[in-house]
């Protein structure tokens, strides 16, 4: 297989002062300022240090825009990229010129290496000409304010100067904005009779403190070519050495030095103001920050390290990998346009409404969609909250009470839960609270672990065989380790069921409860996390231990009620909650993360209390739902508005939040619904060996990781202690040799520093992979809009540096 080509890194040197200029619309002139920039920075360099690149043109050669620029500012180097004879949009063009129509990584890579060239042999300033307008196609397709934006170079926005060209200009600057693109200047014609250069000056230094120049219009066509060329040659010499173009020249010069001033001193000053969490800032020092300048997809453009001390002709930038999906909550790529239009309309529309006894559009069409989603019989309420912790919180309120009520404990009897050793469910103190006593809440001066934490078997690959790994403590009661051919058939539990794999977890599960209990404990629900335990180190569960926890809990009501008292009647309802009520936390694992909508979808059960965030909304703003059924939502149904859910946040249901998250759920359907994972279903993860009347809904598992890249790291078992992969997530956990496992092992530290320190031998700039690390236990997060091309990148650099 070739070697993947290496991500793109944004164009910035320190050297070379690099422009983009976009047009408001078509025939305003972009060649003509192109050239009066060219000819303006020409004039404060020596020699050739000043180029011009048209990536996409159309039309015929005689007037092609590399031609003007020669003919009109010759001592300026140009280069035209993709050359369309037809002079029609440059999608049309391509599709007609019966060649290979470039893809859009194509035009972006060439972009990027004609710029290293002009920063390597030291020019100082490159204009970059797009094609039309702002949302003009390019070759593909793809409009223009989109496909060039991964390359986050700074604009001069050419305005209109014709009539409804204030609108124009100003809907293209939106159009760059939204998109994150820095507009650094508006330039356009002057003219008296629609004098769009007066209002537009005032409205950019009032709203957007952007500066807009005017030059004059250039002269009409004379009535021979010679006397054409005299004119406009006279034309571009009192222009470029005039005030308002010098002034736009000047302005760009700072900017750049600016921008590249800030970068280096971020670090610096983010240790004198931030206060980081999860990091032990004593430890840190600013190499050891990193400072982001823009992403785009599944990359960071972050500033090199040796930036501060590095050469002009150095690049400033590398792409980085995000390998901790923006701390799990990135699916649909940065800077997801679709998410940010909506974002945008819902704030143009709502801004934020309080959602207390109201309603509106998003929120409506979000619980729907979510309801429908989860196709679970047990879920038909939606709770709106700020983030997964607090919504934890929700869910344990709605558990909690629910089993007060049916079994009549006292407010002074002490309710725990029921959950996993390892399992972290969040920040708040509520939410800590459902956790056993670790580094994340021991020093916490209001923890008080409430609950009992059960230990339980895990799945890895080691040394190529997938096994279901007991706890040493455990064996006797659970059985020995056990080899599988494939991870589909760990998942097949109904063929396990069948082979009666289960019937010793839940005897263990039973005992244990019945000791519990016999000692005086008292529990109000059960929360776990569907297969994979996040922060408490990546735990791969099996997942017939926890479908057969609740099991044993749904069909022991016996365990839970009051010593003494009487059975209560079977609920009539088939959906109501028996036992204690079951709370799946899917804030990491759900949501399409293990390849799944809902995780909950592997146990082959529902939850009656089911809590969403992270990938709800693609990775933009935070928001988070907690779902229940009718029977817990009745349980704080009465005449009493004390015995309400009194619980809520100034920023529940916001309309922005709805929106995005409606926008990132249709994304994601539609994507599993397209196939757009094939290409990783097709990686070896489908098993023969899967019987084949298993429920497809446990047994079908897959991964963006290729199995083959799994499996062979797994045998490099002098490092690593066992290895999974399930939907876009990977975790190696890697061998320590003082024995220790957990949060604070550092095994893991080494093959974590190797992958941000990266490549930095690569053709268009150096790339990394930014990664985080639990212990001994490194993870790598993809996105769900992550490419077999950047998933054979990292695969790669993962092979390297476990060989290291």
């Known amino acids: 297989m070739p070697q993947p080509p290496p991500p793109l890194a944004s164009p910035l040197w320190r050297s070379l002062r690099a422009y983009q200029i976009f047009g408001a619309n078509t025939e305003v002139g972009k060649t003509v300022f192109s050239t009066l920039l060219c000819k303006a920075?020409?004039?404060?360099?020596?020699?050739?240090?000043?180029?011009?690149?048209?990536?996409?043109?159309?039309?015929?050669?005689?007037?092609?825009?590399?031609?003007?620029?020669?003919?009109?500012?010759?001592?300026?180097?140009?280069?035209?990229?993709?050359?369309?004879?037809?002079?029609?949009?440059?999608?049309?063009?391509?599709?007609?010129?019966?060649?290979?129509?470039p893809s859009n990584d194509t035009l972006l890579f060439q972009c990027r290496d004609y710029a290293a060239q002009c920063a390597n042999i030291g020019r100082k300033w490159l204009f970059v000409e797009t094609a039309g307008g702002v949302h003009s196609p390019g070759p593909s397709g793809t409009t223009q304010a989109d496909m060039y934006a991964p390359l986050r170079l700074p604009v001069v926005l050419v305005g209109d100067s014709r009539l409804g060209g204030i609108s124009q200009t100003i809907s293209a600057f939106e159009s760059l904005r939204m998109r994150g693109y820095d507009v650094e200047s508006v330039v356009l014609f002057k003219e008296d009779r629609y004098?769009?250069?007066?209002?537009?000056?005032?409205?950019?230094?009032?709203?957007?403190?952007?500066?807009?120049?005017?030059?004059?219009?250039?002269?009409?066509?004379?009535?021979?070519?010679?006397?054409?060329?005299?004119?406009?040659?006279?034309?571009?010499?009192?222009?470029?050495?005039?005030?308002?173009?010098?002034?736009?020249?000047?302005?760009?010069?700072?900017?750049?030095?600016?921008?590249?001033?800030?970068?280096?001193?971020?670090?610096?000053?983010?240790?004198?103001?931030?206060?980081?969490?999860?990091?032990?800032?004593?430890?840190?020092?600013?190499?050891?920050?990193?400072?982001?300048?823009?992403?785009?997809?599944?990359?960071?453009?972050?500033?090199?390290?040796?930036?501060?001390?590095?050469?002009?002709?150095?690049?400033?930038?590398?792409?980085?990998?995000?390998?901790?999906?923006?701390?799990?909550?990135?699916?649909?790529?940065?800077?997801?346009?679709?998410?940010?239009?909506?974002?945008?309309?819902?704030?143009?529309?709502?801004?934020?409404?309080?959602?207390?006894?109201?309603?509106?559009?998003?929120?409506?069409?979000?619980?729907?969609?979510?309801?429908?989603?989860?196709?679970?019989?047990?879920?038909?309420?939606?709770?709106?909250?700020?983030?997964?912790?607090?919504?934890?919180?929700?869910?344990?309120?709605?558990g909690l009470r629910a089993a007060k009520l049916r079994y009549g404990w006292a407010k002074e009897e002490k309710l725990g839960i029921v959950g996993l050793k390892g399992s972290y469910h969040g920040d708040t103190i509520g939410a800590m609270d459902c956790s056993e006593p670790s580094g994340y809440n021991e020093k916490v001066e209001w923890y008080d672990g409430k609950g009992h934490w059960f230990d339980y078997p895990t799945v890895l690959c080691i040394d190529g065989k997938w096994r279901v790994n007991v706890p040493e403590e455990l064996r006797q009661a659970l059985g020995e380790d056990a080899d599988f051919s494939s991870l589909s058939e760990i998942f097949d539990v109904q063929s396990r069921e069948q082979k009666g794999h289960h019937v010793r977890y839940e005897a263990f599960i039973r005992e244990s409860l019945e000791r519990l209990v016999k000692q005086g404990r008292r529990f109000g629900s059960v929360i776990i996390e569907p297969v994979v335990l996040g922060a408490g180190g990546m735990a791969l569960v099996d997942p017939l231990f926890q479908r057969a926890l609740v099991n044993v809990v749904r069909k022991s009501p016996d365990l839970f009620r009051k010593s003494g008292a009487a059975a209560e009647e079977t609920p009539s309802d088939p959906n109501a909650w028996t036992g204690l009520p079951i709370i799946f936390d899917e804030v990491f694992t759900g949501l399409y993360r293990l390849g799944r909508f809902t995780s909950s979808s592997f146990l082959n059960t529902y939850a009656d209390i089911s809590v969403h965030a992270k990938?709800?909304?693609?990775?933009?703003?935070?928001?988070?739902?907690?779902?229940?059924?009718?029977?817990?939502?009745?349980?704080?149904?009465?005449?009493?508005?004390?015995?309400?859910?009194?619980?809520?946040?100034?920023?529940?249901?916001?309309?922005?939040?709805?929106?995005?998250?409606?926008?990132?759920?249709?994304?994601?359907?539609?994507?599993?619904?397209?196939?757009?994972?094939?290409?990783?279903?097709?990686?070896?993860?489908?098993?023969?060996?899967?019987?084949?009347?298993?429920?497809?809904?446990?047994?079908?598992?897959?991964?963006?990781?290729?199995?083959?890249?799994?499996?062979?790291?797994?045998?490099?078992?002098?490092?690593?202690?066992?290895?999974?992969?399930?939907?876009?997530?990977?975790?190696?956990?890697?061998?320590?040799?003082?024995?220790?496992?957990?949060?604070?092992?550092?095994?893991?530290?080494?093959?974590?520093?190797?992958?941000?320190?990266?490549?930095?031998?690569?053709?268009?700039?150096?790339?990394?992979?930014?990664?985080?690390?639990?212990?001994?236990?490194?993870?790598?997060?993809?996105?769900?809009?992550?490419?077999?091309?950047?998933?054979?990148?990292?695969?790669?650099?993962?092979?390297?540096?476990?060989?290291?």
């Open 41 to 101: 920075a020409a004039a404060r360099t020596t020699g050739r240090g000043v180029a011009f690149l048209k990536p996409v043109s159309t039309g015929p050669d005689s007037e092609a825009d590399d031609r003007h620029i020669s003919k009109f500012a010759s001592d300026v180097s140009n280069k035209t990229l993709f050359q369309y004879k037809i002079p029609v949009s440059p999608h049309i063009a391509a599709k007609l010129s019966n060649t290979t129509i």
């Open 195 to 398: 004098q769009n250069f007066d209002y537009l000056s005032e409205y950019f230094a009032e709203h957007h403190d952007v500066p807009v120049a005017g030059v004059n219009e250039p002269p009409e066509r004379k009535s021979s070519l010679e006397e054409d060329v005299r004119a406009m040659a006279q034309y571009y010499e009192e222009q470029s050495q005039g005030k308002h173009t010098g002034d736009v020249i000047s302005h760009l010069d700072k900017r750049h030095e600016q921008r590249i001033a800030s970068l280096d001193s971020m670090a610096t000053q983010a240790l004198e103001k931030i206060w980081y969490p999860f990091t032990q800032q004593s430890l840190l020092t600013p190499k050891d920050i990193n400072v982001i300048d823009s992403a785009h997809g599944d990359y960071f453009q972050t500033l090199a390290p040796s930036s501060s001390s590095s050469s002009q002709n150095d690049s400033l930038l590398r792409a980085s990998f995000d390998g901790s999906a923006s701390w799990w909550t990135q699916g649909l790529g940065h800077a997801n346009p679709r998410l940010t239009l909506a974002a945008a309309y819902a704030a143009g529309r709502y801004g934020h409404v309080m959602f207390a006894s109201g309603i509106h559009r998003p929120a409506l069409e979000l619980s729907s969609a979510l309801l429908k989603g989860m196709n679970s019989p047990r879920l038909d309420r939606v709770f709106f909250s700020d983030n997964g912790s607090t919504g934890i919180e929700v869910a344990l309120k709605m």
């Open 615 to 804: 990938l709800l909304t693609g990775g933009l703003v935070p928001l988070c739902t907690t779902l229940a059924s009718e029977n817990i939502f009745q349980s704080f149904s009465s005449q009493d508005k004390t015995d309400a859910l009194l619980h809520g946040h100034s920023y529940t249901a916001h309309p922005v939040g709805c929106q995005v998250a409606l926008e990132s759920l249709n994304d994601l359907q539609k994507m599993d619904h397209d196939g757009s994972w094939n290409w990783a279903k097709s990686q070896g993860w489908k098993s023969s060996e899967t019987s084949p009347t298993s429920s497809q809904s446990s047994a079908n598992v897959w991964s963006t990781w290729p199995r083959d890249l799994v499996e062979d790291l797994s045998r490099q078992t002098d490092r690593v202690s066992g290895i999974w992969a399930l939907g876009s997530v990977l975790a190696i956990h890697i061998k320590d040799a003082s024995g220790s496992t957990g949060y604070f092992s550092n095994a893991a530290q080494d093959l974590r520093d190797t992958l941000i320190a990266g490549d930095s031998e690569g053709a268009n700039g150096s790339w990394n992979v930014h990664c985080r690390v639990l212990g001994n236990v490194l993870y790598l997060m993809a996105g769900q809009k992550t490419t077999e091309e950047s998933i054979a990148q990292i695969s790669l650099e993962l092979r390297k540096g476990l060989q290291a």
